[in-house]
């Protein structure tokens, strides 16, 4: 039988629109982990050393993350990104766990893990099940993860999160009936019916919730725990002791940052040190016959041989590259080193080391390698290399990262070893070795056109001083610093996004959206009186159905070039509701004043996934921005990058995968990368 023949007609005559010359765009919007262990060549996880020591080992578990504590009844855990604390006896067939849990002033998700195998430190670095409680969604959660997250169930409750809650669970296999508080009906019953996980052991989990468990019990024995205190070696950080007397301690005698790391050794034989494996410990990719150079801030007392920089196997019985650093004076100082590698591995690790009585205070530690790097940045040469053939041509740097309170631009410009670590959104240990100028520069090499976004409580005289930075003549006061700083061009800087998803968490509230708009006019008027060929966004989160939409539009229009519209694309036949959402954003604006220039930019096009159905999301989304090309800028798909078995941020919907030694495209990098090769400047009338 023969196919239905389909005819499609093309009236070249009749132009709808220009298709967006910029539209194959994408979003980096956490800077730990897309950059530092991916983007950043920087090998070391933990340059400032400012994570603690890892709380109490608690007999029987193993902490993945975090910073458990216990007495004998209770165990408490930080807020973090996918803490767990496994349990190392396995239970043996049909079982019933019970607990109490309390959420502290973090309160994103908690609960359990069950039939968990192959833990590893990280959010998603593990196969198992969740059962937890969202306090803000108001809902049990039932869950999947294998190295990513795939939501099954969730259940509406009202019980008071405020208290102690009780959970109970009977495991039977991939089935689980859940009871909450002292209710005798179950509030789930669960089954996971495609392609169910073996059983597995226990865990506690919490994600971004500060959490207190107690009265954990099997089959309805109570547990008892018992501790013992750690050694005090920053958290990014392992012991490397083969001395009798050594000591660690984390004191605030530091180059920079909050606190350093010190090594003692006692004398006699051995040596004592400590080692980094980079991102999650998850090892340094080094090459044979590379040369990995870096440097580190020392201080010293008593030591008479010196110090020892090494790159070795992950278990330290094979030695790769060896410097010595023969004298360390008592002031901080820093020292660099050369390590040339004889051999390749994709799991090492970067230790120092001294061998002789004495103390010695470690601080700001840094790996690259300029072989492996990109155009000569400190960028991974595979990874950038990887987005330039996905056929990207703009790049959006913002995010939630930029909401927290630290994330300042004045913080990120000089010296890497001088620019202060702050409290990250998503990782509260964060560092600014990779910052807005480091990005306008990789841009600039890349080929991509470059947006980013600013805190919206910068002041509007530090906004003024960052376009004078970028965009001034050398012979104004920031200009120079730019080309002392080693950029004697000014960036060519065209679009900056004021905030991030402004008045999204804390629900649709006037005064929050009149804040927001007050201080996009006031930062936009003083980067604006610098240089008034920027485009500014505004990124005041999108409630069409809202009130306050039209007193932020009056607020900024005039002043604001595009309203950042963020999407979903999980389904494939998302461009249907982008298409929807665009023609009512179009409709509203023109509503509120017919002669309005503003328009839209996708900032973020986000999901939990990176399948096919992801890539089709992709592709019907694009198509959809092709319709309205005249309204939109450009559809950045988040997020660009995502290291395997790293979703701290809940989201599994990276582009490009890699890992220390690995780059690759996942099905929506290769959507994109067809869309951009076949690109056409204009939307014909079908």
């Not at 262990?37 to 996880?45: A, E, H, S, T, V």
């Not at 103390?359 to 000569?376: N, P, S, Y």
């Not at 807005?436 to 600039?444: G, H, M, N, R, S």
């Not at 629900?507 to 708009?517: I, M, P, R, S």
Request: hydrophobic share 35%; with cysteine; glycine share 8%.
């Amino acid at each position: 039988m023969l196919a239905q023949q389909a005819h499609i007609k093309v009236d070249a005559s009749k132009v709808l629109n220009r298709i967006p010359e910029k539209l194959y765009g994408s979003c980096i919007e956490d800077v730990n982990h897309e950059i530092y262990g991916g983007l950043y060549d920087q090998r070391i996880f933990g340059e400032s050393f400012e994570e603690p020591a890892l709380g109490p080992q608690i007999t029987g578990w193993q902490a993945l993350g975090g910073h458990w504590k216990s007495d004998q009844n209770e165990i408490q855990v930080n807020a973090g990104e996918g803490f767990k604390l496994v349990r190392n006896k396995r239970p043996v067939g049909a079982y019933t766990v019970s607990l109490q849990l309390k959420f502290g002033s973090r309160n994103d998700n908690a609960g359990i893990l069950v039939n968990v195998n192959n833990a590893r430190t990280g959010a998603d670095r593990f196969n198992g099940y969740e059962i937890s409680i969202d306090p803000n969604k108001r809902v049990l959660v039932f869950g999947k993860h294998q190295n990513n997250w795939t939501p099954l169930q969730e259940v509406k409750t009202d019980i008071d999160f405020k208290a102690w809650i009780k959970l109970k669970v009977k495991v039977d296999n991939n089935h689980f009936t859940v009871y909450i508080n002292d209710k005798n009906e179950p509030i789930a019953d669960l089954t996971d019916h495609n392609n169910p996980l073996p059983s597995g052991h226990f865990a506690l989990r919490t994600y971004n919730a500060d959490v207190t468990y107690k009265q954990i019990a099997f089959n309805n024995v109570i547990e008892k725990f018992t501790s013992k205190t750690q050694l005090q070696v920053s958290g990014a950080w392992d012991v490397v002791n083969t001395a009798n007397n050594a000591g660690y301690a984390l004191v605030t005698d530091a180059y920079n940052g909050s606190q350093a790391q010190l090594i003692m050794h006692n004398g006699g034989k051995g040596l004592t040190g400590i080692a980094n494996r980079g991102l999650n410990r998850w090892g340094i990719a080094i090459k044979k016959g590379n040369t990995y150079t870096g440097e580190l801030y020392l201080k010293a007392q008593g030591i008479k041989d010196g110090a020892t920089v090494s790159l070795q196997s992950a278990d330290g019985r094979k030695m790769y590259a060896s410097h010595t650093i023969k004298s360390v004076t008592s002031k901080w100082a820093p020292y660099s080193f050369r390590l040339k590698s004889n051999q390749t591995d994709g799991n090492a690790r970067f230790v120092v080391t001294i061998n002789s009585k004495g103390k010695l205070l470690v601080d700001q530690a840094t790996l690259i390698c300029k072989q492996e790097q990109f155009k000569g940045l400190r960028i991974r040469n595979d990874i950038a290399q990887t987005m330039q053939q996905e056929g990207l041509n703009f790049l959006r740097y913002g995010g939630t990262m930029v909401n927290a309170e630290g994330y300042r631009f004045k913080k990120m410009i000089g010296l890497r070893q001088n620019r202060p670590p702050y409290k990250g959104h998503w990782y509260p240990y964060s560092t600014n070795g990779f910052g807005i100028e480091d990005f306008l520069q990789f841009c600039e090499a890349a080929g991509f056109e470059a947006a980013f976004a600013v805190n919206i409580e910068e002041t509007p005289e530090d906004m003024a001083d960052m376009v004078e930075y970028l965009k001034g003549s050398i012979n104004t006061k920031w200009g120079k610093l730019r080309a002392q700083n080693g950029h004697p061009v000014p960036y060519k800087v065209k679009y900056i996004e004021i905030g991030n998803e402004e008045v999204i968490f804390q629900g649709d509230v006037a005064a929050d959206y009149e804040h927001y708009a007050e201080r996009f006019v006031k930062l936009r008027d003083a980067m604006h009186a610098k240089d008034s060929t920027i485009k500014f966004i505004c990124s005041a989160w999108w409630r069409p159905n809202s009130p306050n939409m039209k007193r932020v539009f009056r607020a900024i229009n005039g002043k604001a070039d595009y309203w950042d519209l963020h999407t979903d694309a999980d389904a494939p036949n998302s461009g249907s509701k982008v298409d929807s959402s665009l023609t009512q954003m179009k409709v509203l604006f023109l509503k509120w004043d017919p002669n309005t220039r503003l328009k839209c930019a996708i900032f973020e096009e986000n999901g939990g996934r990176h399948d096919v159905a992801r890539a089709l999301g992709h592709a019907t989304t694009l198509n959809a921005v092709r319709r309205h090309g005249d309204f939109v800028l450009t559809s950045c798909a988040a997020n660009a990058l995502q290291p395997l078995g790293q979703n701290d941020n809940g989201w599994d919907q990276g582009q490009i995968f890699f890992t220390p030694s690995q780059v690759w495209g996942m099905p929506p990098f290769y959507a994109q990368q067809m869309a951009s090769a076949n690109h056409q400047p204009l939307n014909y009338k079908q």
